[in-house]
């Protein structure tokens, strides 16, 4: 299985590679990769980074063309942003941020939180979050200060979460990215 | 899951691959650089001088520990007194960008002085992933500079061998445990030592001050943990604060400094919490502080925020 991490300049970038490396063949790519590069990729991160998605959408440089590509792909922090965004969705600065632990309320237990109990913790560090999800969106989990925690998308398998599964406070990381990596295998195998 | 044998297998041959000829280690005794000492020494054996760089901001006993530390490893070892140097260069840097950077120019200069001396061209640091991560780049933002990536001057004339670029703290512990490292556990410490815990103006002074109030927490900590109220933390320091408030002091006005102590619990550093001590260890250390450095301290306070959005150390 081969996934690739695009690299949004997020703190936490080399994180996700390090859960992902022990799952799958991980590689972190720069944002600016030509798709054609990927074309062996079986599911894409789109990892966090400092640009506000909202307001500075320069510095997310091709995420969009790979939001095009036929693969499970897994938005995290300004990831789910862009993809919101890309998707027709609203985003804007958060009317409380959210910066280290949130308690996570989980919606649907179909797909990324498969396996995981209604409630959870989870680390988050966020500015900006999604205002309104695109249509053909489900919000999957919320948090009391954040609505849209996590998205999916009903006809792809696009999947986003505004919090950092990759680091080590938040229960469940590892089992999220195992949930993604298993939807994955199935896309791959038709 | 991790393979720390794998690692060093595999770090053993990488060094003795890149390195042609000699090369010194960067060493503060800290865990990595300690690791990244010994996988460089059983890679390239004579060619490598670690050198142990005094800048004068180090905490109490440090020095001296260190050198004990390496005598065992057999691996060439040589310590620097640079703390004149030092301070001199940090005259006035209240910045803490500014600061991390003066201090890793400094370094480097040191380093080429004593690779010229030993005819290295290469320098071997204890760089890990944080280090890189925090001291941005192309896409990411500058959190802090590390002073061995981010703090590194452009004009530097040595090349580097950074054998745990990939690695966090609890992956290099691993390592050293089964290198049967002394440090293993060691909490980190920064590489610009005391002068990023000292916010105020970095004089001998100044520095002793938070130097000594370092010791006591690390004291009472240890203390506490071995009575078994607490465990012990990730990290755990003090930091002075440039500013001043009033106290009394046995009918008398005190205008004195604060302490904060900080204390927090991670896996790999790139976010914690802060730790849950005890109220009662919390009053030893105050206790403490403000009585054995009266002269300095008449107010101690307790950092309880977690990264983010704070980071570990305060600058």
Same mark, same amino acid.
């Given at each position: 299985?081969?996934?690739?991490?695009?690299?949004?300049?997020?703190?936490?970038?080399?994180?996700?590679?390090?859960?992902?490396?022990?799952?799958?063949?991980?590689?972190?790519?720069?944002?600016?990769?030509?798709?054609?590069?990927?074309?062996?990729?079986?599911?894409?991160?789109?990892?966090?980074?400092?640009?506000?998605?909202?307001?500075?959408?320069?510095?997310?440089?091709?995420?969009?063309?790979?939001?095009?590509?036929?693969? =499970?792909?897994?938005?995290?922090?300004?990831?789910?942003?862009?993809?919101?965004?890309?998707?027709?969705?609203?985003?804007? =600065?958060?009317?409380?941020?959210?910066?280290?632990?949130?308690?996570?309320?989980?919606?649907?237990?179909?797909?990324?939180?498969?396996?995981?109990?209604?409630?959870?913790?989870?680390?988050?560090?966020?500015?900006?979050?999604?205002?309104?999800? =695109?249509?053909?969106?489900?919000?999957?989990?919320?948090?009391?200060?954040?609505?849209?925690?996590?998205?999916?998308?009903?006809?792809?398998?696009?999947?986003?979460?505004?919090?950092?599964?990759?680091?080590?406070?938040?229960?469940?990381?590892?089992?999220?990215?195992?949930?993604?990596?298993?939807?994955?295998?199935?896309?791959?195998?038709? | 899951?991790?393979?720390?044998?794998?690692?060093?297998?595999?770090?053993?041959?990488?060094?003795?691959?890149?390195?042609?000829?000699?090369?010194?280690?960067?060493?503060?005794?800290?865990?990595?650089?300690?690791?990244?000492?010994?996988?460089?020494?059983?890679?390239?054996?004579?060619?490598?001088?670690?050198?142990?760089?005094?800048?004068?901001?180090?905490?109490?006993?440090? +020095? +001296?520990?260190?050198?004990?530390?390496?005598?065992?490893?057999?691996?060439?070892?040589?310590?620097?007194?640079?703390?004149?140097?030092?301070?001199?260069?940090?005259?006035?840097?209240?910045? =803490?960008?500014?600061?991390?950077?003066?201090?890793?120019?400094?370094?480097?200069?040191?380093?080429?002085?004593?690779?010229?001396?030993?005819?290295?061209?290469?320098?071997?640091?204890?760089?890990?992933?944080?280090?890189?991560?925090?001291?941005?780049?192309?896409?990411?933002?500058?959190?802090?500079?590390?002073?061995?990536?981010?703090?590194?001057?452009?004009?530097?004339?040595?090349?580097?061998?950074?054998?745990?670029?990939?690695?966090?703290?609890?992956?290099?512990?691993?390592?050293?445990?089964?290198?049967?490292?002394?440090?293993?556990?060691?909490?980190?410490?920064?590489?610009?030592?005391?002068?990023?815990?000292?916010?105020?103006?970095?004089?001998?002074?100044?520095?002793?001050?938070?130097?000594?109030?370092?010791?006591?927490?690390?004291?009472?900590?240890?203390?506490?943990?071995?009575?078994?109220?607490?465990?012990?933390?990730?990290?755990?320091? +003090?930091?002075?604060?440039?500013?001043?408030?009033?106290?009394?002091?046995?009918?008398?006005?005190?205008?004195?400094?604060?302490?904060?102590?900080?204390?927090?619990?991670?896996?790999?550093?790139?976010?914690?919490?802060?730790?849950?001590?005890?109220?009662?260890?919390?009053?030893?250390?105050?206790?403490?502080?403000?009585?054995?450095?009266?002269n300095e301290v008449n107010r101690v306070v307790y950092d309880i925020t977690d990264k983010p959005p704070a980071t570990i150390e305060w600058e």
């Open positions: 299985m081969k996934v690739y991490i695009i690299d949004n300049g997020g703190q936490w970038t080399h994180r996700e590679w390090r859960v992902l490396r022990d799952m799958a063949d991980a590689r972190i790519v720069r944002n600016d990769t030509p798709p054609g590069d990927l074309a062996d990729a079986d599911a894409l991160v789109l990892s966090g980074g400092a640009p506000s998605v909202a307001s500075d959408a320069g510095r997310m440089g091709r995420n969009s063309d790979y939001l095009e590509m036929d693969v =499970p792909i897994f938005g995290i922090c300004a990831g789910m942003q862009f993809l919101s965004e890309h998707f027709g969705g609203t985003l804007g =600065p958060g009317d409380d941020p959210e910066y280290g632990a949130v308690e996570l309320t989980i919606t649907s237990h179909d797909d990324i939180f498969k396996g995981m109990p209604d409630a959870i913790e989870v680390w988050a560090s966020h500015n900006d979050e999604v205002k309104t999800v =695109p249509d053909g969106f489900d919000v999957t989990a919320s948090s009391v200060r954040c609505k849209a925690e996590a998205v999916r998308c009903r006809d792809r398998p696009i999947f986003g979460v505004q919090f950092h599964p990759e680091v080590e406070n938040t229960q469940y990381g590892p089992e999220m990215f195992r949930n993604f990596l298993e939807i994955a295998s199935r896309h791959r195998n038709g | 899951m991790f393979d720390a044998e794998k690692f060093i297998d595999e770090a053993i041959a990488s060094v003795r691959e890149k390195t042609k000829g000699k090369a010194i280690i960067a060493c503060s005794g800290g865990v990595d650089s300690s690791v990244s000492a010994v996988i460089a020494g059983r890679a390239i054996g004579d060619r490598l001088l670690a050198v142990f760089v005094d800048t004068g901001l180090m905490r109490k006993g440090e +020095a +001296a520990e260190v050198e004990e530390m390496f005598r065992d490893t057999g691996i060439n070892f040589k310590s620097v007194d640079a703390s004149k140097e030092y301070f001199e260069v940090l005259k006035g840097v209240t910045d =803490p960008e500014q600061k991390r950077k003066v201090i890793g120019e400094k370094f480097i200069r040191i380093f080429e002085r004593e690779a010229k001396e030993f005819g290295a061209k290469y320098l071997v640091q204890g760089t890990i992933a944080p280090d890189w991560i925090e001291s941005g780049d192309g896409v990411r933002d500058i959190i802090k500079s590390h002073h061995n990536v981010g703090g590194l001057p452009k004009d530097m004339d040595m090349m580097l061998v950074e054998p745990l670029r990939d690695l966090y703290k609890d992956e290099v512990r691993q390592v050293a445990r089964k290198l049967g490292i002394k440090s293993s556990e060691r909490q980190p410490f920064p590489g610009p030592g005391l002068a990023v815990r000292c916010l105020a103006e970095i004089t001998p002074d100044n520095v002793a001050v938070v130097r000594e109030a370092c010791f006591i927490v690390e004291d009472e900590i240890r203390k506490a943990a071995e009575a078994g109220k607490m465990k012990v933390p990730w990290q755990y320091f +003090a930091v002075l604060l440039p500013t001043r408030s009033v106290g009394v002091q046995g009918d008398r006005r005190a205008y004195g400094r604060v302490i904060a102590v900080r204390a927090v619990d991670s896996i790999d550093g790139m976010t914690a919490a802060h730790s849950d001590i005890p109220l009662s260890v919390l009053n030893a250390i105050s206790q403490r502080i403000t009585s054995k450095m009266k």
